[in-house]
């Protein structure tokens, strides 16, 4: 059974910043795309981030020029390296992977809490 495990979560100031790491385990084939996406207080889920296994990168604007994913293919982890950041960025975050075991499905992690003070 595949699972997703979310690390690295916390309560930083304005600013600051925090490191998430994804790691997938179970048995499987091949993982393709990877990402983040998050859902703040009171809102819905949106995307913050995804990364290839060729290591295309796709952000959202919101982010752009402050985090940065990344992804170790032999470790299959994900992290998010967030900088600069802000009280909006406070939510739950969940990591995603789409993972071929038997067939393609689409996967996440438990969710992590980032809470950003002003």
């Known amino acids: 059974q595949v699972q997703l495990v979310e690390s690295g979560g916390g309560l930083v100031q304005a600013g600051g910043s925090l490191r998430l790491s994804c790691a997938a385990s179970g048995s499987m084939f091949s993982i393709n795309l990877m990402g983040w996406y998050r859902r703040p207080p009171g809102k819905q889920r949106e995307l913050v981030a995804t990364v290839t296994n060729a290591g295309n990168t796709n952000y959202a604007d919101s982010v752009k020029g402050r985090f940065t994913i990344s992804r170790d293919n032999a470790k299959n982890t994900v992290y998010l390296q967030m900088d600069s950041l802000k009280p909006e960025d406070t939510a739950v975050y969940y990591c995603?992977?789409?993972?071929?075991?038997?067939?393609?499905?689409?996967?996440w992690g438990q969710g992590t809490q980032v809470t950003v003070s002003s």
């Open positions: 995603n992977a789409i993972i071929q075991t038997y067939h393609w499905g689409n996967y």
